[in-house]
């Protein structure tokens, strides 16, 4: 890109916090906000444990009205753009809609919604059926309703790509700033899995943990006793515009997204390649993009899927693009504290390492006891330590072999 794409408002919905100061606060004591799921009778699930939001309607700006006509996933995306709209100062009474864009990522859509009304219809039959069954479940529908609730016209669109749908969310949108289609976007993800039916659903995707009779300590990635991650809720925004146009308006500037690097599997749909080649090629395609010398870069945000053959892919996917150079280089998964948020995670993930460059602090990969033989990285154990971080980079993986990393620099 010619020019940097500025971060110039944040909003946060996360099981550690629904505002980003209390995000943050959070993150640095390094303690787990994942619990076991009681909103609903999970006890005959593998894993029954995850990182939950609760009071969301506490802190929502919405109608009663309104809300009842969309998901819980919806409900969290409008909070996190409110916060964010808020965060970057922007007058909306004189700007032009028609440049303002939202990219969303997400995996799963609206499932709580979809569950009950389909009860409906089997109890009830179709006059029993809500006649926002068809707009408030499907994966645009949270897109749909920012556009809609701010009168939004800009191009926008939905990403879904498991665990990297919101990594090329804020990309995409990123694109279209550059390429002036927009002159804003609200980017990020949004994720509500922790109902009967997604839990389910995730359950048979396999992957999570099941040490149900200990939620915070279950959630361990590259630990040599990891057995998968916990299964997170919430949602991440972030205003963007180019770097020249929030310095006309005064805007305050987080940091910049510098670049990105893609890559796919091309092996099997639900597993890994066995070897991290690709993950390799798009860290170097991100270092490319991003025009960064390895050396350049001071902190990894880590993918973290705490699965054998997952953190093994990924340490040594690492180890081969930096070689002696890691060992400048800090790293860590904050997700360990509250969950993985699926689509909605590279977004909670860029908003965290905004606040480590700002603070100068590496957050934790906190339960990390063991070490395995096969993942021997530093990965900032149990606690944070003061690092200066100005560049950075975001690894997210989804199912399958999506590879995605996103250049993150703070000046």
């Known amino acids: 890109m010619a020019e940097r794409i500025a971060i110039t408002g944040m909003g946060v919905v996360s099981p550690c916090g629904l505002k980003k100061e209390t995000f943050w606060a959070n993150l640095k004591r390094g303690e787990s906000f994942v619990d076991e799921v009681t909103r609903f009778d999970a006890s005959t699930y593998p894993s029954r444990i995850a990182g939950q939001v609760h009071e969301l309607d506490h802190y929502s700006h919405l109608s009663s009205r309104l809300i009842k006509k969309i998901d819980v996933f919806s409900h969290m995306a409008l909070v996190a753009t409110e916060q964010a709209l808020k965060d970057s100062g922007i007058d909306l009474e004189n700007?032009?809609?028609?440049?303002?864009?939202?990219?969303?990522?997400?995996?799963?859509g609206g499932w709580l919604f979809a569950e009950t009304e389909l009860r409906d219809l089997y109890l009830e039959g179709?006059?029993?059926?809500?006649?926002?069954?068809?707009?408030?479940?499907?994966?645009?529908?949270?897109?749909?309703?920012?556009?809609?609730?701010?009168?939004?016209?800009?191009?926008?669109?939905?990403?879904?790509?498991?665990?990297?749908?919101?990594?090329?969310?804020?990309?995409?949108?990123?694109?279209?700033?550059?390429?002036?289609?927009?002159?804003?976007?609200?980017?990020?993800g949004m994720e509500a899995p922790i109902t009967p039916y997604a839990l389910l659903c995730i359950n048979s995707r396999g992957g999570l943990s099941k040490n149900n009779l200990n939620p915070s300590r279950a959630y361990k990635p590259y630990d040599l006793y990891r057995d998968g991650f916990a299964v997170g809720e919430g949602s991440g925004m972030v205003v963007l515009e180019k770097e020249s146009h929030a310095q006309r308006r005064n805007a305050p500037i987080y940091?910049?997204?510098?670049?990105?690097?893609?890559?796919?599997?091309?092996?099997?749909?639900?597993?890994?390649?066995p070897d991290s080649s690709s993950l390799e090629y798009a860290i170097e395609d991100c270092l490319a993009q991003a025009r960064w010398n390895k050396r350049?870069?001071?902190?990894?945000?880590?993918?973290?899927?705490?699965?054998?053959?997952?953190?093994?892919?990924?340490?040594?996917?690492?180890?081969?693009?930096?070689?002696?150079?890691?060992?400048?280089?800090?790293?860590?998964?904050?997700?360990?504290?509250?969950?993985?948020?699926?689509?909605?995670?590279?977004?909670?993930d860029l908003i965290a390492t905004i606040f480590s460059m700002k603070h100068s602090t590496v957050l934790p990969t906190i339960n990390y006891e063991m070490t395995d033989p096969n993942c021997d990285l530093d990965y900032t154990p149990n606690k944070a330590k003061e690092r200066k971080i100005k560049k950075a980079l975001i690894i997210a993986r989804g199912r399958g072999g999506i590879n995605v990393v996103l250049a993150i620099e703070k000046e």
């Open 95 to 108: 700007t032009d809609k028609n440049k303002v864009g939202v990219f969303m990522g997400n995996a799963l």
């Open 126 to 188: 179709r006059e029993g059926i809500s006649p926002y069954m068809a707009s408030a479940w499907f994966p645009a529908a949270s897109q749909g309703q920012v556009t809609i609730y701010y009168g939004f016209k800009g191009y926008s669109k939905t990403i879904v790509a498991d665990k990297a749908s919101s990594a090329l969310a804020l990309w995409y949108a990123s694109r279209t700033i550059a390429d002036g289609k927009n002159e804003y976007v609200v980017a990020g």
């Open 255 to 273: 940091g910049f997204i510098k670049g990105v690097g893609f890559s796919s599997d091309g092996y099997h749909y639900s597993q890994y390649r």
């Open 296 to 348: 350049n870069v001071h902190y990894i945000c880590l993918d973290a899927e705490a699965s054998e053959m997952g953190d093994y892919l990924e340490t040594q996917a690492i180890k081969n693009v930096f070689g002696k150079q890691i060992e400048t280089i800090s790293m860590s998964a904050p997700k360990s504290m509250f969950g993985n948020l699926l689509g909605a995670q590279t977004a909670l």
